[in-house]
T-cell receptor, first 117, second 113 residues
């Protein structure tokens, strides 16, 4: 069964360093997303991406964050200068269609646990 | 404030019983509704999606949606210890980009032997 994959599974970095989190969405999906979950808190939307551009972003997704689809399979989240409060589990998700439509269900990857020291 | 609210629990039920999980949402333009299961340290795993008022059944799971009351629920019949997890209610709004899921804090379910 097709699934979303993410690398690395864990990443430890120093405050101020840049990190890139990588995702391979399900192959025939067109919509891609990043969410994060701080330990003990709820899953929060960061950004959605379609047709090589951001379609929606949250207040969390400030200028320190960027997303890119560098090729036909990968979808990346870059944090330019990490802060302590960026420590969280980051989930990539993908859907075949708009989530408001049937077949728009979002499927989540296993996540990358980011720890900023 | 657009929000999704769930009782954090824990909800404890004996093995074989029916577990009832509830969720309310504040935004009337919410379009589609999802229940995800999340084991500790793992990612959300889709259990059910529901788009229209009424009941939707899939195996031991039944989702119920009442848009007038802004309420969605999940029933788990014949609960098993493997059902012990946190159940996340997620709501999609048609406004904005139409793709954002807003999650509740989740209800922790414990199925006891």
């Amino acid at each position: 069964e097709p699934e979303v994959t993410q690398t690395p599974s864990h990443q430890v970095t120093q405050m101020g360093q840049e990190v890139i989190l990588r995702c391979v969405p399900i192959s025939n999906h067109l919509y891609f997303y990043w969410y994060r979950q701080i330990l003990g808190q709820k899953v929060e939307f960061l950004v959605s991406f379609y047709n090589n551009e951001i379609s929606e972003k949250s207040e969390i997704f400030d200028d320190q964050f960027s997303v890119e689809r560098p090729d036909g399979s990968n979808f990346t989240l870059k944090i330019r200068s990490t802060k302590l409060e960026d420590s969280a589990m980051y989930f990539c998700a993908s859907s075949a269609k708009l989530t408001g439509l049937f077949e728009g269900t979002q499927y989540f990857g296993p996540g990358t646990r980011l720890l900023v020291l | 404030q657009k929000e999704v609210e769930q009782n954090s629990g824990p909800l404890s039920v004996p093995e074989g019983a029916i577990a009832s999980l509830n969720c309310t949402y504040s935004d009337r333009v919410s379009q589609s509704f999802f229940w995800y299961r999340q084991y500790s340290g793992k990612s959300p795993e889709l259990i059910m999606s529901i788009y229209s008022n009424g009941d939707k059944e899939d195996g031991r799971f039944t989702a119920q949606l009442n848009k007038a009351s802004q309420y969605v629920s999940l029933l788990i019949r014949d609960s098993q210890p493997s059902d012990s997890a946190t159940y996340l209610c997620a709501v999609n709004l048609l406004t904005g980009g139409g793709n954002k899921l807003t999650f509740g804090t989740g209800t922790q379910l414990k199925v006891e032997l």
